[in-house]
């Protein structure tokens, strides 16, 4: 990958390019660069060895870019439209859906710092590290941070390399590297939370306001 040392672009481990190949055994790709519309076939050979063929070349008055088309059977649509909002709820900007709707249910956090966001509606904590959101095994934190974890709806944010990852990049890793980063992190929510809850209800403008500050606090923390 060329994103590994960034936390400013999506991406790490050099797959998502070649990640189509998971589900089709063809596709076609789209060019533009320069003027230049270039249009390839990719494909396993006789060998099962992934492959890409030039198909045509013309001259284009289009800007820059790359499409990667796919066939998708009519009984996975539902599949795809709910794996694309679990790994892009959380993206700053997300993507435009051509032919189709996605609900993200954007909603604002009832509290926030400046590396972690709290959601009433979030039922499962989660690290997010490179744009992509790793549910938090409750039980696999230190017992004192089991509760708010579990209660919270926390989405702490992690830069790429703070926590290790399984190999089929769907889970986090409970080693003892990233439980400890984990456990780190929360503790420096829980004091963060402190302030800005103390500084929420001090601001309210009136007592009405500062309860429902108060309920919310002890509802999901």
């Known amino acids: 990958s060329t994103k590994t040392n960034t936390n400013e672009q ?3 481990f050099g797959l998502g390019s070649k990640i189509f190949l998971a589900y089709t055994d063809n596709s076609t790709i789209y060019s533009i660069v320069d003027g230049v519309k270039r249009i390839y076939n990719v494909f396993f050979n006789a060998s099962g060895v992934p492959s890409i063929s030039l198909m045509s070349q013309e001259n284009t008055t289009e800007g820059n870019g790359l499409s990667v088309q796919i066939s998708v059977k009519a009984q996975d649509f539902d599949k795809f439209q709910n794996a694309t909002y679990r790994a892009c ?6 993507p435009n859906i051509v032919g189709g709707k996605i ?26 590290m490179g744009n992509v959101a790793y549910p938090i095994d409750t039980y696999q934190l230190s017992y004192e941070n089991q509760d708010i974890a579990r209660k919270a709806g926390l989405v702490v944010q992690f830069n790429l390399g703070e926590l290790e990852i399984t190999p089929s990049r769907e ?3 409970y080693t003892d590297f990233t439980i400890k980063a984990l456990n780190e992190k929360i503790e ?10 103390e500084d929420q209800i001090k601001n309210s ?6 309860m429902k500050a108060l309920f919310l606090l002890n509802n999901q923390w």
């Not at 420096?188 to 809850?197: I, P, S």
């Not at 403008?205 to 500062?210: K, R, S, T």
Request: proline fraction near 0%; hydrophobic fraction near 40%.
């Open 10 to 12: 999506t991406g790490c």
């Open 171 to 173: 889970s986090l890793a």
């Open 89 to 94: 709820r959380f993206y700053d900007v997300k």
């Open 103 to 128: 609900d993200w249910n954007i909603e604002k956090a009832n509290f926030s710092g400046s590396f972690w966001q709290s959601y009433h509606n979030l039922h499962q904590s989660v690290a997010l």
């Open 188 to 197: 420096l929510v829980k004091k963060d939370f402190v302030e800005k809850v």
């Open 205 to 210: 403008d009136n007592l009405l306001d500062a």
